[in-house]
């Protein structure tokens, strides 16, 4: 969810009514959005019906109901001895936490109503806080990447970094919600990050929030024969702004297209889809569904390929994750792209998002998504084929080498 200074928006188009239809999320970062948040995921809608074969549970050895009794006992015994005040929403939210976590995926997670509504503001990029994607690995809240040009970045914050401590509290076994709201708060706040660096480099950064407002995709031609198009997270109207641009491209006749996707955390499942679709003619497939082994769903290309045997360059570092990594795997699986940068994050299962009756979310690993060529990238992420780094000397000085590697690529 990033955007380059330099690149140009186009205009976003009018938002799309929210569907009735079922939500996924491949997300490499659960709960929602940038950092506020962490690391967006993947999410897509998948028609509720007879095909709709996520349903089918694969925990076929759990009774159908659980035995509250001992929670109930637990509950008599705090409402008789706590010396303090209790909230009965707060418990059930609690206890609706509890069962998320236990199934012991980083990617299972219980939101509130509050911390719901946060993700979807976030999906559609605008919330107050410093500028970063986050995941959880374990017990760890990590940084898949800071978003250009926000207070994370500019404290010093990178992809990888270990998120110790919050305003000196520790960050151990947070899920990525908790982490998210001790991050969170009002503009203009100060928040202070203990983080670990490479396993070796304690670092303490004070950070400064600020409302972050995000476009989608930018886009620019530059060298006068060379577009480039700059995805930062894939929500509803990324495929429609992907495709004004594309057209553009071709009306000025480019001699080969950029996609950048660097720092991309995630976001919609069937915007991945369509934002191939680009450059994949209709029936390709874009990738495979797993569910115990099994493949339920594959995604395919559909519509004009506008970008179809344009040379074309995809951009991914470690900050790349989900619905990016869908993305690039489609492309270089399908021959349709050459990819350059670093190895991406490496998040490769699907959420479903089931928004309960009292405005609360639960989001549910359901399934294992492959890319065309059949290769599952969770934990190992995509490699390049060409790797080109980027150092904090880059960074600092305003260099881009990767960017440079692309469009010499192309001009050859």
Do not use: C
Not at 124 to 152: C, H, W
Not at 378 to 388: A, F, L, R, T, Y
């Amino acid at each position: 969810m990033n955007s380059d200074n330099e690149n140009q928006p186009i205009t976003a188009a009018p938002k799309k009514p929210r569907s009735n239809k079922v939500k996924y999320a491949v997300t490499a970062v659960v709960a929602g959005g940038i950092f506020v948040f962490g690391v967006m995921v993947g999410n897509g809608r998948v028609p509720i019906g007879p095909d709709a074969v996520f349903q089918k549970s694969v925990s076929k050895n759990l009774p159908a109901d659980l035995d509250y009794s001992s929670v109930e006992q637990m509950y008599d015994k705090l409402r008789q001895s706590y010396d303090g005040q209790l909230d009965a929403n707060k418990l059930l939210d609690g206890l609706k936490g509890g069962l998320a976590k236990a199934t012991g995926d980083p990617y299972t997670e219980f939101l509130n109503v509050e911390e719901a509504k946060q993700f979807d503001e976030e999906l559609n990029g605008t919330f107050s806080g410093i500028g970063a994607e986050l995941s959880k690995d374990k017990n760890a809240i990590i940084v898949v990447s800071p978003i250009a040009g926000f207070p994370a970045e500019k404290a010093g914050l990178k992809s990888k970094d270990v998120i110790v401590e919050i305003d000196g509290q520790s960050a151990y076994d947070l899920n990525l919600t908790e982490a998210v709201n001790k991050i969170r708060g009002p503009e203009g706040t100060k928040v202070k990050l203990k983080v670990m660096r490479n396993g070796t480099q304690e670092l303490n950064l004070e950070i400064t929030r600020e409302k972050i407002t995000i476009p989608s995709v930018t886009s620019e031609v530059v060298n006068g024969n060379i577009g480039i198009i700059k995805i930062s997270r894939f929500s509803d109207d990324t495929a429609q702004l992907t495709r004004e641009a594309a057209q553009k491209f071709k009306d000025q006749n480019v001699k080969g297209v950029v996609l950048d996707v660097r720092g991309n955390p995630g976001g919609l499942l069937d915007a991945a889809v369509d934002v191939s679709s680009v450059w994949l003619p209709a029936g390709k497939t874009v990738l495979q569904e797993k569910r115990d082994g099994v493949v339920v769903r594959t995604f395919s290309a559909k519509g004009t390929p506008i970008l179809e045997g344009v040379p074309t360059v995809v951009l991914i570092d470690e900050g790349s994750a989900s619905a990016s990594e869908i993305t690039a795997g489609a492309l270089k699986d399908n021959n349709a792209a050459t990819l350059i940068g670093q190895k991406s994050f490496g998040k490769g299962s699907v959420q479903q998002l089931e928004r309960l009756p009292d405005g609360s979310v639960l989001k549910v690993t359901i399934a294992r998504w492959y890319t065309p060529a059949g290769k599952n990238i969770d934990k190992e992420g995509i490699e390049p084929n060409q790797k080109v780094e980027r150092t904090d000397e880059d960074f600092k000085n305003n260099r881009d080498p990767q960017k440079d590697a692309a469009v010499q690529a192309l001009n050859k």
